[in-house]
T-cell receptor, first 114, second 113 residues
Framework: DQQVKQNSPSLSVQEGRISILNCDYT??????FLWYKKYPAEGPTFLIS?????DKNEDGRFTVFLNKSAKHLSLHIVPSQPGDSAVYFC?????????????FGRGTQLTVWP | GAGVSQTPSNKVTEKGKYVELRCDPI?????LYWYRQSLGQGPEFLIY????????DSGLPNDRFFAVRPEGSVSTLKIQRTERGDSAVYLC???????????FGPGTRLTVL
């Protein structure tokens, strides 16, 4: 069963606009969430993370929001740039288990057009 | 500094053959992970090493899959009697501890004909 879900396989946004990528999870034990970006033929690159004790974390153009009651998080990219075009994976971890396993969603392909 | 490296970048083999995939983690990282990514899916956990020992191998799909990390650095994922369903990108990641951010290598694309 998929414990982390990204229900939108693709998103297309014009350059300069906001991109919003969504992620839902089912396991209430998850306490840390990460977003990775992946270009073709490369491994996932860490982008931004958030702990479950926070509801927002910001890093430059990237902001992640966490709604624990809804088991939902989102990644906002403002302003979007063509170089942001990639597959974005949401991942979650239960750090209390000490086992370090990441659970990934299926990814969302973001395309930013000029 | 150098990131996680994986070799080979591509491996084509025939059904039934044995393959070895290598991962060289970031220097000093004690935690090492293997994931497998099939087409259209996110990475799926295979095995986690803390130092030389496999702390969690519950993601290995069956006993044809085995991984080692004898000196606590480089790891090798070994697949016996490969099947077409094993075709995927095998990703390796490392972190300074199990609760820290994992950094991924470029992956090895395995194709079983």
């Amino acid at each position: 069963d998929q414990q982390v879900k990204q229900n939108s396989p693709s998103l297309s946004v014009q350059e300069g606009r906001i991109s919003i990528l969504n992620c839902d999870y089912t396991n209430s034990m998850f306490d840390y969430f990460l977003w990775y970006k992946k270009y073709p033929a490369e491994g996932p690159t860490f982008l931004i993370s958030i702990s479950s004790i926070k509801d927002k974390n910001e890093d430059g153009r990237f902001t992640v929001f966490l709604n624990k009651s809804a088991k939902h998080l989102s990644l906002h990219i403002v302003p979007s740039q063509p170089g942001d075009s990639a597959v974005y994976f949401c991942a979650a971890i239960d750090r209390g288990s000490t086992l370090g396993r990441l659970y990934f969603g299926r990814g969302t392909q973001l395309t930013v057009w000029p | 500094g150098a990131g996680v490296s994986q070799t080979p970048s591509n491996k084509v083999t025939e059904k039934g053959k044995y393959v070895e995939l290598r991962c060289d983690p970031i220097s000093g990282h004690t935690a090492l992970y293997w994931y497998r990514q099939s087409l259209g899916q996110g990475p799926e956990f295979l095995i986690y090493f803390q130092g030389t020992g496999a702390a969690d191998d519950s993601g290995l799909p069956n006993d044809r899959f085995f991984a080692v990390r004898p000196e606590g650095s480089v790891s090798t994922l070994k697949i016996q009697r490969t099947e077409r369903g094993d075709s995927a990108v095998y990703l390796c990641a490392s972190s300074s501890s199990s609760s820290d951010t994992q950094y991924f290598g470029p992956g090895t694309r395995l194709t079983v004909l």
